[in-house]
């Protein structure tokens, strides 16, 4: 997640405020496009940080299921969906202590109660539904799936989710984004 988020948030912010994108327009490349390649790098990022990780792990024991070479695909939806999810920070922010309160006050609580370090379960009842509206909870629970070998029909539904949003938070950053950079 921090990487794909950082890809296209920090980066993005930066070749918006030197112009990069503007210059890129001026060829025949759309925003979609842009952001559909910085995406693409974001998932990429993504991937390779879950395979670096997982092959430790596997090193260590604890993968030992055939299965768990399925955590990538959780690792491609975090890289599309927290890459869009940058796009849409970038896009509206100001300068950039705008996106250091973004990893601050969004990503790292995110990455906190998402599951990764302890059970969702064990929180207060009043912030499971807060923690499993959180796109990450929902990737850590399908790689959870997937390393442990226990799938069910609560992975799918995680999947569902993050799709949807996927699909709600791209449009938007792109409509900002081109909001921001056609003047």
């Not at 969004?106 to 599951?115: H, I, K, Y």
Request: glycine letters at 6%.
């Amino acid at each position: 997640m921090f990487h794909a988020l950082f890809e296209t948030s920090w980066n993005a912010y930066y070749r918006i405020d030197n112009d990069v994108y503007e210059t890129a327009l001026t060829t025949s490349i759309t925003i979609t496009e842009i952001t559909m390649g910085d995406i693409l790098w974001a998932v990429t990022r993504s991937i390779m940080t879950v395979v670096g990780t997982a092959t430790v792990a596997a090193l260590f024991g604890w993968l030992n299921h055939w299965e768990a070479i399925g955590i990538i695909i959780p690792a491609i939806m975090v890289g599309i969906t927290f890459g869009a999810l940058g796009f849409l920070f970038s896009a509206v922010a100001p300068h950039t202590t705008f996106l250091t309160l973004v990893f601050t006050l969004v990503a790292s609580p995110m990455f906190f109660f998402s599951g990764s370090f302890f059970p969702i379960s064990i929180l207060p009842d009043w912030v499971e539904p807060i923690a499993w509206f959180m796109p990450l909870t929902s990737a850590v629970h399908i790689a959870g799936g997937f390393a442990l070998a226990d799938l069910n029909i609560t992975h799918l539904w995680a999947a569902l989710y993050m799709i949807a949003l996927t699909a709600v938070i791209w449009p938007v950053a792109i409509y900002l984004l081109r909001r921001r950079l056609i003047k």
